[in-house]
């Protein structure tokens, strides 16, 4: 019985399992962690790539009987919540890889930048409008910027809803983030920041935004956060704290 609870979408489709392990890169050093393993349909074709371990980790006690009874010597399951997990608490470097929940997969991508110390590349599913959105295209969201100052994110591919058991109302979009130097170590404040800046989105940011901050950034008053490139934005924090 699937769950609609926990976002269970099963993708049931070998040719995009294979495109998803084949972005990862595995190779035999590597430490892989599966978001939302479900019934293992990833995890089995991940663990045929031969990483050196794969730890998956899984919200849905029944979920979490069936991964177990996968036997591989490799494969850790994990119940415990994505959205908090303590991701670096469990190897020095993982990839991520996921076909995310999308009721929760927002939540679940702001714990793995939060935890971006220990997780340089990761590949995800997303539905198919959020992914674009977190590459930059389309309508930006905080969340946008916020993983794009850290990671380089590329759109891989779309996924018919068709590819899925049972169907998502919506199509999705496979994502790709590599991890690249961080212009400034602040998390939890720069979280605050762009908030901060998109809550009432329309309105302009010198309401926002001290003067001084904006002329110091070379950005006019009139401008609204639509429209701001992602230099800008990490231009105006560092303004916003010197
Ligand atoms: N990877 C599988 C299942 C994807 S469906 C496949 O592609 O076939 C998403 C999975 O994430 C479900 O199994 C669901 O139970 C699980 N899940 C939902 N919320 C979660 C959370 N907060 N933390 C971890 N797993 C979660």
Not at 35 to 51: D, E
Not at 180 to 201: C, I, S
């Amino acid at each position: 019985m699937l769950k609609k609870s926990f976002g269970q979408h099963l993708l049931v489709s070998e040719g995009v399992l294979k495109e998803i392990a084949r972005l990862l890169k595995i190779d035999s050093q590597d430490v892989l962690l599966e978001i939302g393993g479900g019934t293992g349909n990833l995890t089995k074709v991940l663990l045929r790539h031969n990483p050196a371990k794969l730890i998956v980790v899984e919200l849905d006690r029944d979920m979490v009987r069936r991964l177990k009874e996968i036997e591989d010597e490799r494969l850790e399951v994990i119940q415990d919540d994505a959205k908090s997990l303590q991701i670096c608490r469990l190897a020095d470097e993982l990839k991520v890889v996921g076909n995310l929940p999308y009721n929760a997969a927002s939540l679940i991508l702001e714990n793995i930048i939060l935890h971006r110390r220990c997780i340089p590349f990761g590949v995800f599913m997303f539905q198919k409008e959020v992914a674009l959105r977190l590459c930059g295209k389309g309508d930006l969201s905080w969340l946008s910027v916020f993983l794009r100052t850290f990671y380089e994110v590329r759109y891989e591919m779309s996924v018919p809803a068709r590819f899925f058991k049972p169907p998502p109302r919506v199509q999705s979009g496979v994502i790709s983030i590599s991890r690249k130097d961080a212009p400034f170590e602040e998390t939890e404040d720069y979280k605050r920041f762009l908030t901060g800046v998109f809550a009432h989105r329309r309105k302009k940011l010198g309401k926002k935004l001290p003067q001084e901050v904006l002329r110091r950034a070379g950005i006019e008053t009139d401008r609204r956060v639509d429209g701001l490139e992602l230099e800008e934005f990490i231009t105006l924090y560092r303004e916003l704290r010197s």
